[in-house]
T-cell receptor
Framework: NAGVMQNPRHLVRRRGQEARLRCSPMKGHSHVYWYRQLPEEGLKFMVYLQKENIIDESGMPKERFSAEFPKEGPSILRIQQVVRGDSAAYFC???????????????FGQGTRLTVV | GNSVTQMEGPVTLSEEAFLTINCTYTATGYPSLFWYVQYPGEGLQLLLKATKADDKGSNKGFEATYRKETTSFHLEKGSVQVSDSAVYFCALNYGQNFVFGPGTRLSVLP
Protein backbone atom coordinates (compact mmCIF):
# COMPACT_ATOMS: atom_id res chain seq x y z
CA ASN A 1 0.00 0.00 0.00
CA ALA A 2 1.75 3.11 -1.21
CA GLY A 3 1.87 6.08 1.11
CA VAL A 4 0.51 9.53 0.50
CA MET A 5 1.98 10.74 -2.79
CA GLN A 6 2.55 14.40 -3.47
CA ASN A 7 3.86 15.87 -6.67
CA PRO A 8 5.80 17.64 -7.69
CA ARG A 9 8.34 17.53 -4.87
CA HIS A 10 9.73 20.88 -5.92
CA LEU A 11 7.97 23.58 -7.90
CA VAL A 12 9.35 26.90 -9.05
CA ARG A 13 6.98 29.57 -10.30
CA ARG A 14 7.41 33.18 -11.31
CA ARG A 15 5.30 35.81 -9.64
CA GLY A 16 1.85 35.93 -11.20
CA GLN A 17 1.85 32.33 -12.42
CA GLU A 18 -0.38 29.55 -11.16
CA ALA A 19 0.79 26.68 -8.97
CA ARG A 20 -1.02 23.35 -8.90
CA LEU A 21 -0.08 20.89 -6.18
CA ARG A 22 -1.34 17.33 -6.29
CA CYS A 23 -1.94 14.84 -3.53
CA SER A 24 -2.95 11.21 -3.90
CA PRO A 25 -4.10 9.83 -0.55
CA MET A 26 -3.35 6.36 0.67
CA LYS A 27 -5.57 3.66 -0.77
CA GLY A 28 -8.88 3.54 1.03
CA HIS A 29 -8.50 7.01 2.56
CA SER A 30 -11.28 9.43 1.76
CA HIS A 31 -10.19 12.38 3.91
CA VAL A 32 -7.45 14.80 2.90
CA TYR A 33 -5.85 17.68 4.79
CA TRP A 34 -3.55 20.38 3.45
CA TYR A 35 -1.02 22.23 5.59
CA ARG A 36 1.49 24.96 4.87
CA GLN A 37 4.87 25.19 6.57
CA LEU A 38 6.97 28.30 6.29
CA PRO A 39 10.75 27.96 6.78
CA GLU A 40 11.61 27.30 10.42
CA GLU A 41 7.95 27.43 11.41
CA GLY A 42 5.24 24.97 12.37
CA LEU A 43 2.34 23.58 10.39
CA LYS A 44 -0.55 25.83 9.53
CA PHE A 45 -3.83 24.12 8.70
CA MET A 46 -5.35 25.18 5.41
CA VAL A 47 -8.22 22.94 4.39
CA TYR A 48 -9.87 19.59 5.11
CA LEU A 49 -11.67 17.78 2.31
CA GLN A 50 -13.65 14.66 1.82
CA LYS A 51 -14.40 13.25 -1.62
CA GLU A 52 -16.21 16.02 -3.54
CA ASN A 53 -16.73 18.08 -0.38
CA ILE A 54 -14.86 20.81 1.46
CA ILE A 55 -15.39 20.14 5.15
CA ASP A 56 -13.33 22.93 6.70
CA GLU A 57 -11.52 25.67 4.81
CA SER A 58 -11.02 28.00 7.74
CA GLY A 59 -7.26 28.12 7.16
CA MET A 60 -7.39 29.00 3.48
CA PRO A 61 -6.60 32.55 2.40
CA LYS A 62 -9.74 34.15 1.02
CA GLU A 63 -8.20 34.98 -2.33
CA ARG A 64 -6.09 33.10 -4.87
CA PHE A 65 -6.21 29.75 -3.03
CA SER A 66 -8.59 26.90 -3.78
CA ALA A 67 -8.71 23.18 -3.19
CA GLU A 68 -10.66 20.25 -4.52
CA PHE A 69 -10.86 16.53 -4.03
CA PRO A 70 -12.84 15.07 -6.92
CA LYS A 71 -14.55 11.72 -6.97
CA GLU A 72 -11.79 10.41 -9.21
CA GLY A 73 -8.18 11.51 -9.10
CA PRO A 74 -5.95 13.33 -6.66
CA SER A 75 -6.70 16.30 -4.46
CA ILE A 76 -5.48 19.56 -5.95
CA LEU A 77 -4.36 22.69 -4.13
CA ARG A 78 -4.35 25.58 -6.56
CA ILE A 79 -2.67 28.92 -6.01
CA GLN A 80 -3.37 31.58 -8.57
CA GLN A 81 -1.15 34.60 -9.25
CA VAL A 82 1.54 33.44 -6.85
CA VAL A 83 3.53 35.95 -4.82
CA ARG A 84 6.87 35.56 -3.02
CA GLY A 85 5.07 35.10 0.30
CA ASP A 86 3.53 31.88 -1.04
CA SER A 87 6.96 30.23 -0.99
CA ALA A 88 6.66 27.40 1.53
CA ALA A 89 6.39 23.66 1.91
CA TYR A 90 2.87 22.37 1.39
CA PHE A 91 2.02 19.08 3.02
CA CYS A 92 -0.91 16.83 2.37
CA UNK A 93 -2.16 14.23 4.84
CA UNK A 94 -4.86 11.60 4.55
CA UNK A 95 -6.86 9.52 6.98
CA UNK A 96 -9.30 6.67 6.54
CA UNK A 97 -11.99 8.02 8.81
CA UNK A 98 -13.43 11.33 9.78
CA UNK A 99 -11.46 13.19 12.41
CA UNK A 100 -12.77 12.41 15.85
CA UNK A 101 -12.60 8.65 15.67
CA UNK A 102 -10.25 7.55 18.41
CA UNK A 103 -7.73 5.54 16.47
CA UNK A 104 -7.55 7.80 13.46
CA UNK A 105 -4.14 9.08 12.58
CA UNK A 106 -3.03 11.26 9.71
CA UNK A 107 -0.50 9.97 7.21
CA PHE A 108 1.64 12.63 5.58
CA GLY A 109 3.17 12.98 2.16
CA GLN A 110 6.70 14.22 1.53
CA GLY A 111 5.49 17.68 0.69
CA THR A 112 5.79 20.05 -2.24
CA ARG A 113 8.30 22.83 -1.83
CA LEU A 114 7.07 25.86 -3.73
CA THR A 115 9.51 28.60 -4.59
CA VAL A 116 8.23 31.81 -6.13
CA VAL A 117 10.87 33.82 -7.94
CA GLY B 1 -11.59 25.74 20.54
CA ASN B 2 -9.01 22.97 20.44
CA SER B 3 -5.35 23.88 20.69
CA VAL B 4 -1.93 22.43 21.42
CA THR B 5 0.94 24.16 23.17
CA GLN B 6 4.52 22.91 23.09
CA MET B 7 7.68 24.05 24.79
CA GLU B 8 9.64 26.40 22.60
CA GLY B 9 12.84 25.24 21.07
CA PRO B 10 15.38 24.78 19.94
CA VAL B 11 16.42 22.13 22.41
CA THR B 12 20.09 21.16 22.28
CA LEU B 13 21.32 18.08 24.11
CA SER B 14 24.40 15.93 24.21
CA GLU B 15 24.18 12.33 23.08
CA GLU B 16 22.78 10.00 25.78
CA ALA B 17 21.09 12.85 27.64
CA PHE B 18 17.49 12.60 28.89
CA LEU B 19 14.86 14.31 26.78
CA THR B 20 11.55 15.88 27.76
CA ILE B 21 9.44 17.95 25.40
CA ASN B 22 6.37 19.35 27.10
CA CYS B 23 2.98 19.36 25.42
CA THR B 24 -0.34 20.53 26.82
CA TYR B 25 -3.66 20.70 25.08
CA THR B 26 -7.06 22.32 25.27
CA ALA B 27 -9.99 20.36 23.92
CA THR B 28 -13.66 19.79 24.45
CA GLY B 29 -14.20 16.13 25.15
CA TYR B 30 -11.53 13.46 24.96
CA PRO B 31 -9.20 13.77 22.00
CA SER B 32 -6.66 11.30 20.70
CA LEU B 33 -3.11 12.55 21.12
CA PHE B 34 -0.11 12.10 18.86
CA TRP B 35 3.55 12.88 18.52
CA TYR B 36 4.88 13.31 15.00
CA VAL B 37 8.53 13.71 13.96
CA GLN B 38 9.86 15.57 10.93
CA TYR B 39 13.38 14.91 9.71
CA PRO B 40 15.07 17.51 7.50
CA GLY B 41 13.52 17.77 4.06
CA GLU B 42 10.81 15.22 4.77
CA GLY B 43 7.16 15.02 5.73
CA LEU B 44 5.82 14.20 9.16
CA GLN B 45 5.91 10.65 10.45
CA LEU B 46 3.82 9.33 13.29
CA LEU B 47 6.05 8.60 16.29
CA LEU B 48 3.47 7.45 18.83
CA LYS B 49 -0.11 7.94 19.89
CA ALA B 50 -2.55 7.49 22.77
CA THR B 51 -6.31 7.39 22.50
CA LYS B 52 -7.55 7.59 26.09
CA ALA B 53 -6.57 8.77 29.54
CA ASP B 54 -3.58 7.00 31.13
CA ASP B 55 -2.63 5.32 27.85
CA LYS B 56 1.11 5.29 27.21
CA GLY B 57 2.34 5.48 23.65
CA SER B 58 5.86 4.27 22.93
CA ASN B 59 8.12 3.79 19.93
CA LYS B 60 11.89 3.80 19.27
CA GLY B 61 12.63 4.51 22.94
CA PHE B 62 10.25 7.49 23.06
CA GLU B 63 7.30 7.50 25.44
CA ALA B 64 4.37 9.76 26.24
CA THR B 65 1.50 9.29 28.68
CA TYR B 66 -1.99 10.74 28.19
CA ARG B 67 -2.63 12.74 31.37
CA LYS B 68 -6.22 13.91 31.45
CA GLU B 69 -5.93 15.62 34.84
CA THR B 70 -3.14 17.88 33.63
CA THR B 71 -4.19 17.86 29.94
CA SER B 72 -0.64 16.93 29.01
CA PHE B 73 1.19 14.51 26.72
CA HIS B 74 4.88 15.10 27.38
CA LEU B 75 7.41 13.30 25.19
CA GLU B 76 10.36 11.60 26.89
CA LYS B 77 13.37 9.54 25.93
CA GLY B 78 15.94 8.23 28.34
CA SER B 79 19.00 8.46 26.09
CA VAL B 80 18.94 10.50 22.89
CA GLN B 81 21.07 9.83 19.85
CA VAL B 82 22.38 12.14 17.15
CA SER B 83 19.89 10.52 14.76
CA ASP B 84 17.01 11.83 16.91
CA SER B 85 17.75 15.37 15.72
CA ALA B 86 14.50 16.53 14.13
CA VAL B 87 11.42 18.64 14.73
CA TYR B 88 8.77 17.10 16.99
CA PHE B 89 5.09 18.01 16.75
CA CYS B 90 2.45 17.29 19.34
CA ALA B 91 -1.06 16.94 17.90
CA LEU B 92 -4.61 16.11 18.84
CA ASN B 93 -7.53 14.74 16.89
CA TYR B 94 -11.05 15.58 17.92
CA GLY B 95 -14.00 16.63 15.88
CA GLN B 96 -13.28 17.22 12.25
CA ASN B 97 -9.64 18.02 12.22
CA PHE B 98 -6.14 17.48 13.48
CA VAL B 99 -4.60 20.29 15.49
CA PHE B 100 -0.81 20.54 15.62
CA GLY B 101 1.48 22.34 18.01
CA PRO B 102 4.15 24.68 16.64
CA GLY B 103 6.87 22.05 16.77
CA THR B 104 10.03 21.77 18.86
CA ARG B 105 13.38 21.48 17.13
CA LEU B 106 15.78 19.04 18.80
CA SER B 107 19.49 19.02 18.08
CA VAL B 108 21.60 16.24 19.57
CA LEU B 109 25.35 16.80 19.61
CA PRO B 110 27.87 13.95 19.55
Amino acid sequence: NAGVMQNPRHLVRRRGQEARLRCSPMKGHSHVYWYRQLPEEGLKFMVYLQKENIIDESGMPKERFSAEFPKEGPSILRIQQVVRGDSAAYFCASSPLRGGYRNTEAFFGQGTRLTVV
Amino acid sequence: GNSVTQMEGPVTLSEEAFLTINCTYTATGYPSLFWYVQYPGEGLQLLLKATKADDKGSNKGFEATYRKETTSFHLEKGSVQVSDSAVYFCALNYGQNFVFGPGTRLSVLP
